[in-house]
């Protein structure tokens, strides 16, 4: 079966650090690739996606490259802010249903 | 506008209970979904409806009985409430059930079994 393998956190970050969260995933097919983030006592945003191999998604600073041969799609930013703290979810998609496959989440905490 | 609505946002309830969850969704999506988070935060999908019918169930117990009375609308009934129920449940709707379409999330329900 599909399953997703992300770094368990917490992450502790100054701000302004550049942040790296590893994502790798296993699956049957050839499956879309999710970043989504979750704010305390929210639901989930979609943070960014890629639905092929060597797409790049991005938004708000963020990014992620699918990469099919190292089954791979770690989320990136430059510089990261106070507000970018969140629990963030590496996840898969593939056809009959569109059901996602998460990964365990990894909560980020930047300090001023 | 809110996008994803569920109802209500917090369910406090004894153990043998039967609740209901209702989420209702204005965005004209045709699939919409059910999920679990538990206390670890993990997410687990529990069902999926596609223009009113179930196209995937989870192996969710049978305690659980999605309703999908139109397009717009999926409500979740618990029957005979388990400790081990309590959780954030998380509606979700997308376009389409193919694997490209994003999912928009609710707030979330955040159930307590007492």
């Known amino acids: 079966g599909n399953s997703v393998t992300q770094m368990e956190g917490p992450v502790t970050l100054s701000e302004e650090a550049f942040l790296t969260i590893n994502c790798t995933y296993t699956?049957?097919?050839?499956?879309?690739l999710f970043w989504y983030v979750q704010y305390p006592g929210e639901g989930l945003q979609l943070l960014l996606k890629?639905?092929?191999?060597?797409d790049k998604g991005s938004n708000k600073g963020f990014e992620a490259t699918y990469r099919k041969e190292t089954t791979s799609f770690h989320l990136e930013k430059g510089s990261v802010q106070v507000s970018d703290s969140a629990v963030y979810f590496c996840?898969?998609?593939?056809?009959?249903?569109?059901?996602?496959?998460f990964g365990g989440g990894t909560r980020l905490m930047v300090k001023p | 506008d809110t996008a994803v609505s569920q109802t209500p946002k917090y369910l406090v309830t004894q153990m043998g209970n039967d609740k209901s969850i209702k989420c209702e969704q204005n965005?004209?999506?045709?699939?919409m979904y059910w999920y679990k988070q538990d206390s670890k935060k993990f997410l687990k999908i529990m069902f999926s409806?596609?223009?009113?019918?179930?196209?995937i169930n989870e192996t969710v117990p049978n305690r659980f009985s999605p309703k999908s009375p139109d397009k717009a609308h999926l409500n979740l009934h618990i029957n005979s409430l388990e400790l081990g129920d309590s959780a954030v449940y998380f509606c979700?709707?997308?376009?389409?059930?193919?694997?490209?379409?994003?999912?928009?999330f609710g707030p979330g329900t955040r159930l307590t079994v007492l």
């Open positions: 996840a898969l998609s593939e056809d009959a249903g569109n059901m996602l496959t």
């Open positions: 699956a049957t097919g050839y499956p879309s």
């Open positions: 979700a709707s997308s376009r389409g059930p193919m694997q490209y379409n994003e999912q928009f």
């Open positions: 409806y596609n223009n009113k019918e179930l196209i």
């Open positions: 890629a639905t092929k191999a060597d």
């Open positions: 965005l004209g999506h045709d699939t």
